[in-house]
């Protein structure tokens, strides 16, 4: 994801989105919901907060693509989340189909095969680094301490 090709046809797309952000964010749920009606109960009746979030996490996610690694922290935050409010591994592919076919949507024939890829790959690194969290916490556990009988 990391070329400068990619970052810029990000870029460049979601400045053509921006303008639409709510619609962009209102059309993403319906779409998730559609694909998954379960998911809708991982979500408030009123979206409204949540789309804020939504897009709030793309601005992030935009305001570091030239250091993705350094988004981790955010990322596993959100992942731990996510998992907290039931979100599941198999479901980031169902958010990722939600998200592209919202944006193939939102930009019509301006949705290339180049914008698509581009998008795919970033979301790959991002659900990834959501995915890991759960276990990144996991393994962080700290450990039981044995006591030595005396």
Do not use: C
């Not at 897009?55 to 305001?63: N, R």
């Not at 993705?68 to 990322?75: D, H, Y």
């Not at 180049?114 to 990144?136: D, H, N, Q, T």
């Amino acid at each position: 994801m990391n070329t400068a090709r990619n970052r810029a046809l990000v870029r460049t797309s979601w400045e053509s989105m921006r303008p639409m952000a709510a619609h962009v964010a209102d059309l993403f749920h319906d779409r998730l919901f559609e694909l998954d009606p379960s998911l809708e109960e991982l979500f408030p009746e009123d979206l409204q907060a949540q789309r804020l979030r939504f897009l709030k996490a793309l601005g992030a996610v935009m305001a570091g693509l030239d250091d993705l690694p350094g988004m981790l922290p955010l990322l596993h935050d959100v992942g731990r989340r996510l998992a907290h409010q039931g979100f599941r591994e198999g479901q980031y592919v169902i958010m990722g189909k939600a998200l592209l076919w919202t944006f193939e949507q939102t930009l019509a024939e301006q949705f290339t095969p180049a914008i698509k890829e581009a998008w795919a790959s970033l979301y790959a690194f991002v659900s990834s680094a959501m995915i890991a969290a759960p276990e990144l916490r996991e393994l962080h556990k700290p450990r039981e301490r044995t006591q030595l009988a005396m």
